[in-house]
């Protein structure tokens, strides 16, 4: 776990404008001073992530959350007082304060309370929100551990704080608080009741995405995904095979959990080591279609994409 020097270290480089690697409960994020458009461009530049796709951004409280928003309804007072801190990201008009390289030039931000103990910390300590998406090659895997990031970035790994596994697992939920009601952007592990199902992808090319993670193509292993059901297996060539229900031969199988908090808690970790394993395929047991592994099923279909 992080010492409290290391964050201070990590803090002080974020205010000087760079990069700090940090974990969430969620996954592990690539963060830079919010406040900062010069210090943001830097998380585009090394992640290859398109302009198009805004940032989360991560506050120590709802006072913080308060001074950047342009508006602050009563839903949204009442969610992040349920939720935060948590895996919710809530969409709320912004202040000009947060440069637009942060939201896509759009007029809206995402803010999210961490529960993590190393992000809490990092936060006050740094005494500024802190932009970040996961610490990972844009379209690939998320991480949720800190060996995951230096996988991923190699000698480009900025300064990184280890907290250990992420306890979620999967990317927050985003919704956007807006006077007509609830509107779900992107699914997670948080579940927000009357919240509307919004669109899933950006369907305009060159638009700017109201929430990140709507690219088709996203949280992807090199090795290539197939959702399959009822154990139906490619032939040929060797792949792995995560399973619930049905099992079926493949090169190397495993069993995945059933209760959905717990799939989420494994699947990235899973599919991070058997893309370690040289597989010509990965087949994935699709999870049922019901609200509780909706945010599941998105990111592994987005993966096959």
Partial sequence: MATQSEIQEAARILRDGELVVFPTETVYGLGANAL??????????????????????????????????????PETERLAGQYWPGPLTLVVPKKAVIPDEVTAGLKTVGLRVPRHPVAL???????????????????????TTAEHVREAFGAETPYLLDGGPCEVGLESTVIAVNREGLEVLR????????????????????????????????????????????????TEGRGAYLWMHYN???????????????????????????????????????????????????????AAW
Wanted: no cysteine; glycine share 6%.
């Fill in 36 to 73: 900062d458009a010069v210090a943001v461009r830097k998380i585009y530049e090394l992640k290859g992530r398109p302009a198009t796709s805004p940032l989360i951004v991560h506050v120590a409280g709802i006072e913080q959350a308060k001074g950047l928003a342009a508006e602050w309804l």
């Fill in 187 to 234: 699914p997670g592990m948080a579940m927000v009741a009357g919240a509307v199902p919004g669109p899933s992808v950006s369907e305009t090319e060159g638009e700017a995405h109201r929430s990140p993670g709507q690219h088709r193509k996203h949280y992807s292993p090199k090795t290539r995904i197939m959702l399959v059901n009822r154990g139906h297996l490619p």
């Fill in 248 to 302: 079926a031969a493949a090169s190397k199988r495993r069993r995945m959990p059933e209760d959905p908090e717990a799939y989420a808690a494994e699947i990235y970790k899973t599919l991070h080591e058997l893309d370690r394993e040289g597989f010509e395929w990965i087949a994935v047991e699709l999870p049922p279609d019901t609200v509780e592994w909706a945010a599941i099923r998105d990111r592994l279909v987005r």
């Fill in 121 to 143: 910390e990092l936060l006050r300590a740094a005494g500024v929100p802190i932009a970040a998406p996961s610490a990972n090659r844009f379209t690939q895997l998320s991480p």
